[in-house]
T-cell receptor, first 117, second 116 residues
Framework: AQKITQTQPGMFVQEKEAVTLDCTYDTSDQSYGLFWYKQPSSGEMIFLIYQGSYDEQNATEGRYSLNFQKARKSANLVISASQLGDSAMYFCAMREPRISGYSTLTFGKGTMLLVSP | DAGVIQSPRHEVTEMGQEVTLRCKPISGHDYLFWYRQTMMRGLELLIYFNNNVPIDDSGMPEDRFSAKMPNASFSTLKIQPSEPRDSAVYFC??????????????FGPGTRLTVT
C-alpha cells in the first residue's frame, strides 16, 4: 500500500491565484513528519516546508502553507499568489522512524504544477 | 556553505561498464542518503549512512549496486556491471543529527546516468 498518495498528476493555475496540492499519508506511528519539496525542470530538489505530527499550528513559509489535518491524514500544500517560477513538480514526503531508531523519507509520486500568465 | 556536491552531473556509459557516482555531504551532517529517481518508480531510497556506517541498504536493487562512505565527507555509489535499466537520476542527500530536531534532507543536484 502506498504510504504517500498524491492524487493530482497535474495542476494548472493562473498567475497570482492560489493553488492547493493534495497529499494523504498512511502511518500507524504517532511521531512522524510531512515535507514538501519542489523539483523544477532543472532537476534539483528544493525543500519548501515541514510539519511535525505534534505541531499544533499549520506550518507556513512565505507563500507556502501546509494544511495539516491529522484525523484525515492529509497534508496539503497551499501556494498563495502563484508565480510563473512556481511551475515545477511538487513532492510530498513523510518522515517515519525506523526500527533502527533513525528516520527516513518516503516520497509520493508528485504533482506537476503549471502556472500560466 | 557549498551544499551537497555530486559528481559527475551527467554520465553516459555502455552496458557492462562500471559506474561510480560521488557525493560530498554538507559539513556537520552525519546522515547521508542515496536515492534513485525514475519516471516509473519515482524517488526511491537506496541506502543511508549514519556517521559513515551503512544503516539500511534494503533499497539497493541488486548486488550490482554497492555504496561506501570511507569518511564523513565522501561517499560513493557504484554499479558494476551497469545495465540500461539503471538509467536514472541518482541523488545524494544529507541531514543533521537526529537530536537537532531538524529533519530536512538537503539534496545534491543529482547525477543523470544513461546506460546504453
Amino acid at each position: 500500500a502506498q504510504k504517500i498518495t498524491q492524487t493530482q498528476p497535474g495542476m494548472f493555475v493562473q498567475e497570482k491565484e492560489a493553488v492547493t496540492l493534495d497529499c494523504t499519508y498512511d502511518t500507524s506511528d504517532q511521531s512522524y513528519g510531512l515535507f514538501w519539496y519542489k523539483q523544477p525542470s532543472s532537476g534539483e530538489m528544493i525543500f519548501l516546508i515541514y510539519q511535525g505530527s505534534y505541531d499544533e499550528q499549520n506550518a507556513t513559509e512565505g507563500r507556502y502553507s501546509l494544511n495539516f489535518q491529522k484525523a484525515r491524514k492529509s497534508a496539503n500544500l497551499v501556494i498563495s499568489a502563484s508565480q510563473l517560477g512556481d511551475s515545477a513538480m511538487y513532492f510530498c514526503a513523510m518522515r517515519e522512524p525506523r526500527i533502527s531508531g533513525y528516520s527516513t523519507l518516503t516520497f509520493g509520486k508528485g504533482t506537476m504544477l503549471l502556472v500560466s500568465p | 556553505d557549498a551544499g551537497v556536491i555530486q559528481s559527475p552531473r551527467h554520465e553516459v556509459t555502455e552496458m557492462g561498464q562500471e559506474v561510480t557516482l560521488r557525493c560530498k555531504p554538507i559539513s556537520g551532517h552525519d546522515y547521508l542518503f542515496w536515492y534513485r529517481q525514475t519516471m516509473m518508480r519515482g524517488l526511491e531510497l537506496l541506502i543511508y549512512f549514519n556517521n559513515n556506517v551503512p544503516i539500511d541498504d534494503s533499497g539497493m536493487p541488486e548486488d550490482r549496486f554497492s555504496a561506501k562512505m570511507p569518511n564523513a565527507s565522501f561517499s560513493t555509489l557504484k554499479i558494476q556491471p551497469s545495465e540500461p535499466r539503471d538509467s536514472a537520476v541518482y541523488f545524494c542527500a544529507s541531514s543533521l543529527p537526529s537530536g537537532s530536531g531538524n529533519y530536512e534532507q538537503y539534496f545534491g543536484p543529482g547525477t543523470r546516468l544513461t546506460v546504453t
